[in-house]
């Protein structure tokens, strides 16, 4: 549903679509639709977006926004990422209520993921 004045929609760059695509499939679950070669979008996964064929990523230390994911299951997340392609930028570390770790996608663009702090998890 489309409220008025609330975000409701995020785009990325992307120099491989096809590598991006198949990364958030993989550790996401993520469905796209194409919209011709340069062009993918993504819905139903929080906020709706997309990613468009350029030589660019989107990064916090080139002053990027940042999205964070959350995960009930850090580690679990963290393997995947890994296992498909993802760039740790920056390991687990914790913060003030919780964990959280750094990565790029295939593509380049940084994104986070973050969960509550369990006893003897890191």
Known sequence: MNQHEKLNYVEFAA???TATKNFFSSVFGWDFVDYGPEYTAFSNQGL??????????????????????Y???????????KQHGG?????????????RFHF?????NEFAVWSELVSGQK
Do not use: H, R, W
């Not at 995960?71 to 990422?81: G, L």
């Not at 760039?87 to 964990?99: A, L």
């Not at 790029?104 to 380049?108: A, F, L, N, T």
């Open 15 to 17: 120099y491989d679509l």
């Open 48 to 69: 709706d977006g997309g990613f468009y064929q350029a030589d660019l990523a989107s990064n916090s230390q080139s002053g990027g926004a940042l999205l964070v994911f």
């Open 71 to 81: 995960s009930a299951d850090i580690q679990s997340t963290f393997a995947k990422v």
């Open 87 to 99: 760039t740790i930028v920056k390991d687990i570390f914790e913060f003030p209520g919780g964990c």
């Open 104 to 108: 790029s996608e295939p593509s380049g």
